[in-house]
């Protein structure tokens, strides 16, 4: 089958960089800075809703979320995600790339909105009506990362694929960045607005009844980018090698990208062909070719996403025990929330964003391989750096050393593994399985998100019972939760040899569906 397509192929391939591989890219980034903007958006919110809805009147401290709800709002999103990536992975693949595309931006449209407009006002109903939103916010959320990169990588060229597919996944960057910024922009107008003092001055006053809007408002906004770049997804084209290799319709893939590249391209007649002899993702023969292939990408993304999101969801606490934020009681609801974002924000302009676009700058040049090694590498370099001597960097004057070693490894998460391990499952599985493969990759980093976000919530507590936070069991503290998060950025090292490298190929090279043929 090969043979025919190769015309429409190679002129994508080889196709120079044009405007209309700019637009795939913000049309496809949309989705991920949305995604961005409301998983770490919550983060945000949690302290907000301890404070409104699970106040205890004549504490010492101000309300927080009980464990379980604290893990409920946090989690739940990430359950969400996983179920989507798996689902709408294996739908793009059965129905089409393009079919499905609006679906995923549809719900997390509505849902956005949805878990802002959460119903009651009682702590109950309102977690209840967050969490059922947000789940499938999550879903949609899900849906996006095998169709962005599956629908990016194929329509990209050989020569910069890995950058634009990276470009995509870059958007996240800017989602943080904009959750941080409009959350300290809201909450400074709430401040000015709605003057509180602080929790150790008047525990109720401190938070102003319009303090509920505020988080609300947070969430709500969320939708905003999502829906302003629909109907620009809705008009995209499939792609030619979903059209062409698996639909089998290589006139249609022909016409298709001549509009999109603006260029003639002879469509070779069909000659009666054997039917190619196509494995199943569960076959013998998919196994032998690519099962270590998706081992690798599995694998890696799981151990990234214990170490990137227990950091990322819980930043907050590490800053408040390092004093960066200062206690709890000394500010009101609302001016809470601007330091978290400030902080948050700082971290994200810093390192995260940065990260981002030195692996679009250089991955094409120095490959996928080299940049996922070398930021695991340092990744545990300086998780190590900051564990052995925690008790060293918590005393006051050694705070911008910890930061800045913090900062660092999120600068090498993002310019390694975090963007390299979105890459490449789009890059070397057979077009037929490619938005599944990347799915499952995908799917088994949520489970890793969620054992990093679930687990270091309770590990990060400290070793003495009676300084937990209220409801939780004693942990093994914040200083030997980073020995382990070592460890497992060390065993991410290891994992990458199994991962392929695919600079420069083409994609039917890499997957080897020339040979399929003649296998």
Request: overall charge positive; some cysteine.
């Amino acid at each position: 089958m090969a043979k025919e397509q190769l015309q429409v192929l190679n002129a994508l391939d080889s196709a120079k960089t044009q405007w209309y591989h700019f637009t795939a890219i913000v049309i496809a980034g949309m989705g991920f800075f949305t995604d961005a903007y409301d998983l770490f958006c919550i983060s945000l919110v949690t302290k907000l809703l301890g404070r409104i809805y699970y106040h205890v009147e004549g504490s010492a401290k101000p309300g927080s979320l009980p464990p379980n709800v604290s893990a409920a709002v946090n989690g739940v999103a990430l359950c969400g995600t996983l179920a989507g990536q798996v689902f709408f992975g294996w739908l793009g693949d059965k129905l089409g790339r393009k079919k499905v595309y609006g679906m995923t931006l549809m719900l997390m449209v509505i849902c956005s909105v949805a878990s802002g407009l959460s119903f009651g006002h009682t702590p109950k109903s309102v977690v209840s009506t967050l969490c059922f939103f947000r789940f499938w916010l999550g879903f949609g959320i899900g849906g996006d990362y095998p169709l962005s990169a599956t629908i990016m990588s194929e329509y990209a060229n050989k020569k910069t694929r890995g950058a634009f597919v990276a470009a995509v996944f870059a958007m996240q960057g800017f989602g943080i960045l904009a959750g941080g910024l409009f959350a300290m922009l809201m909450s400074a107008i709430f401040e000015a607005k709605f003057k509180a003092p602080a929790y150790e001055v008047d525990p109720t006053g401190s938070t102003v009844p319009q303090a509920d809007y505020l988080w609300r408002i947070i969430l709500m906004v969320g939708a905003l980018p999502a829906a302003l770049t629909y109907y620009s997804r809705s008009k995209m084209p499939e792609t030619a090698r979903y059209t062409a290799l698996v639909a089998n319709n290589v006139k249609q893939a022909t016409s298709d990208m001549s509009k999109v590249l603006q260029v003639d391209i002879e469509a070779e007649p069909v000659k009666p062909q054997e039917p190619v002899k196509s494995f199943g993702l569960f076959s013998k023969n998919f196994m032998r070719r690519h099962g270590l292939h998706l081992l690798g990408t599995t694998s890696t993304w799981f151990l990234l996403d214990i170490a990137f999101y227990s950091q990322n969801l819980f930043q907050k606490d590490i800053f408040s025990a390092i004093g960066w934020i200062p206690s709890a009681k000394t500010m009101n609801a609302v001016s809470e929330v601007y330091r978290i974002a400030r902080a948050q924000t700082l971290i994200a302009l810093c390192s995260t964003v940065p990260g981002y676009w030195f692996t679009v700058a250089l991955i094409d040049k120095i490959g996928r391989f080299a940049i996922q090694l070398m930021g695991f590498f340092f990744m545990t370099v300086f998780m190590f750096a900051l564990a052995f001597p925690y008790n060293y960097w918590t005393h006051k004057d050694h705070l911008i050393g910890f930061v800045v070693l913090y900062s660092l490894t999120f600068f090498f998460a993002n310019f390694g593994p975090n963007a390299t391990t979105f890459v490449v499952p789009a890059e070397i599985f057979p077009a037929r399985l490619r938005s599944t493969c990347h799915g499952i990759s995908a799917a088994a980093g949520k489970l890793g998100a969620m054992v990093g976000a679930f687990g270091f919530l309770y590990l990060a507590q400290p070793q003495d019972k009676t300084k937990a936070e209220a409801g939780f069991p004693a942990g093994i503290g914040v200083k030997n939760s980073l020995i382990v998060l070592g460890v497992v950025n060390f065993l991410g090292l290891l994992f990458t040899f199994f991962v392929p490298e695919s600079k420069g190929k083409s994609l039917e090279e890499i997957s080897g569906e020339t040979n399929e043929e003649r296998n």
